[in-house]
């Protein structure tokens, strides 16, 4: 199964951004050249997005060989596709790397057993409140904000997988 996603490089040193575009270039298969522009957010970083389309899974490669460099803000977007759910990834210094399952809007889906055993174990509200914001990402949403504005109207690249 085929889907599309898109994977957002929020920041990065001008010597990473290479290796970054290496590693995206690994994972689908072909030669990635990004428009790097800088990021406002972050002086001296720089900034690159592009969209992509390969088989269902690649967004989890894709933050897989991103995360090698824990100096790089990102987010990788995978769409839902025929009998896969949606998958959206991130990755900020110092927090590392977060996960969720995506519904067709992107929402983010959190299944009934995870929801029943976090109410089984959080003893106040306060306490499920927390987990919950941990489940949502919402620490990641935090730090990654300013870096998303600041990349509004930067261009995007277009990518697709070969083979």
């Known amino acids: 199964m085929s889907t599309r996603g898109v994977v957002y490089v929020h920041s990065s040193p001008s010597a990473v951004c290479p290796h970054v575009e290496w590693a995206i270039s690994g994972v689908l298969g072909s030669r990635v050249d990004l428009r790097w522009t800088a990021q406002p957010a972050a002086p001296g970083q720089l900034r690159a997005e592009c969209d992509w389309r390969a088989p269902a899974g690649t967004g989890g490669k894709l933050a897989a060989a991103l995360k ?75 730090a990654l904000e300013p870096f998303r504005h600041a990349g509004d109207g930067a261009p995007v690249t277009w990518l697709h997988q070969v083979g």
């Not at 839902?80 to 959206?88: E, L, M, N, T």
């Not at 057993?113 to 976090?118: A, K, N, T, V």
Request: with cysteine; charged share 25%; hydrophobic share 35%.
């Open 68 to 142: 090698a460099w824990p100096m790089v803000r990102f987010e990788v977007t995978e769409e839902p596709s025929f009998g896969v759910d949606g998958q959206r990834f991130c990755y900020a210094p110092g927090l590392g790397l977060w996960h969720a399952r995506t519904s067709a809007n992107g929402d983010i889906v959190v299944g009934e057993d995870r929801l029943r055993s976090l109410v089984s174990k959080s003893r106040a509200g306060e306490q499920l409140a927390h987990e919950l914001d941990k489940l949502l990402g919402s620490s990641w949403d935090e």
